[in-house]
């Protein structure tokens, strides 16, 4: 089939020819983010795909309808960016990657975790200035700290044993409890007794109308003073205005964020030089206690592969008519 592959880096391509290598579908590779005014492009294609910042939004699905397309693969988890009930009345499928290095997000949570208490991202800046003095780089050991875990699906699961690994206690909050982590020692409480006695929360659960601004200015009240949150889910689970004024209280320790709720306007784009018009995300990437990355926790070798991989597999076997049914978001 011939596929448009929106928000299409060269640094992707490699990775999709490779997968496609067994399925010779027809690629075209598209820079644009999918979007009202882009959706033309989609035109004489079978399918496009997309990834975490198109929107698939009622009016872009109508578009796509009209141009024939029946058919969207996402090069992602989470569909939080679907119009699904609209998907649906118009007959359009919806593909997705139900899994890829659950290791690759877990270990980038860890990595922002590591550099802001130890502040490495500090010291890198100061020693590339001859700058040696250590004031105001001390951290903290993590071995023994409490860590609380909002979600523990695959991603968090992956999370919790790293932490365990550290010697920390872990608590966490899920609907659905995992028996293998109780074994390995996790804890699990109500979200509010998790938020009231962590020093470290790390935040793994999906972007859901019930989850939208889990972290908002309440939640943040009952947090222990100074705690650090760690936010590799979705932005949408934070409210970025009351995390601000928690960070400058004092009330957060530290924030390290790789997602962000307006991320579509500026994550994956060069704004060097050029002031963000977001008075929250401004203010964010200048604070010395908070490391924004921007949504790169899918960035390794193995998940690329992993997602190029089962994209390219769910679309031929639509075809084949045997996708299995994690992969479908609307049949
Ligand atoms: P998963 O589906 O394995 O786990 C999600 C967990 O969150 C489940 O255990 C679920 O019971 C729990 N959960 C649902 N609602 C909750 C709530 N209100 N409070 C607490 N827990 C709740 O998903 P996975 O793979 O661990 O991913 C988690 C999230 O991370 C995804 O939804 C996505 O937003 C994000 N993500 C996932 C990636 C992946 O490769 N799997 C990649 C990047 C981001």
Redesign the pocket.
């Known amino acids: 089939m011939t596929i448009a592959f929106f928000s299409c880096h060269p640094y992707e391509q490699p990775f999709l020819e490779a997968a496609n290598a067994n399925h010779r579908h027809q690629l075209t590779f598209l820079p644009q983010l999918l979007t009202p005014e882009t959706v033309h492009l989609a035109a004489s294609h079978d399918a496009i795909c997309v990834f975490v910042n198109d929107q698939l939004t009622g009016p872009t699905l109508q578009r796509l309808a009209s141009e024939g397309i029946r058919l969207v693969a996402l090069r992602?988890?989470?569909y939080n960016q679907v119009d699904i009930p609209t998907a649906r009345q118009l007959g359009i499928r919806i593909l997705r990657v139900p899994?890829?290095?659950?290791h690759s997000?877990a270990e980038h949570a860890v990595a922002l975790l590591m550099a802001l208490n130890r502040k490495t991202h500090l010291a890198y800046q100061r020693t590339r200035k001859n700058n040696f003095t250590l004031d105001g780089l001390m951290g903290f050991d993590l071995y023994g700290k409490r860590v609380g875990v909002?979600?523990?699906?695959?991603?968090?699961m992956m999370f919790s044993r790293i932490m365990l690994g550290f010697g920390c206690h872990v608590l966490a909050?899920?609907?659905?409890r995992s028996a293998i982590l109780q074994q390995l020692g996790v804890e699990y409480l109500p979200?509010e007794d998790v938020l009231a006695s962590s020093d470290i929360i790390s935040l793994?659960?999906?972007?859901?109308p019930?989850?939208h601004h889990l972290i908002n200015e309440a939640s943040l009240a009952q947090m222990k003073p100074g705690a650090y949150l760690i936010n590799?889910?979705?932005g949408g689970l934070m409210d970025a205005r009351a995390v601000v004024e928690a960070l400058k209280s004092g009330q957060l320790g530290a924030l390290g964020m790789d997602v962000y709720e307006l991320e579509d306007d500026f994550f994956f784009a060069d704004w060097s030089g050029q002031e963000l018009p977001d008075a929250e995300l401004n203010t964010l990437t200048h604070l010395p206690n908070v490391l924004v990355t921007s949504h790169q926790?899918?960035f390794t070798a193995e998940a690329m592969e992993q997602i190029a991989h089962t994209t390219l597999n769910n679309l031929t076997y639509l075809e084949q008519q045997r996708l299995p049914d994690d992969c479908l978001v609307v049949g």
């Open positions: 992602c988890t989470g899994t890829y290095s659950p997000v909002i979600g523990t699906g695959k991603i968090g909050y899920d609907k659905v979200m793994h659960c999906p972007l859901t019930e989850t590799t889910s979705r926790f899918f």
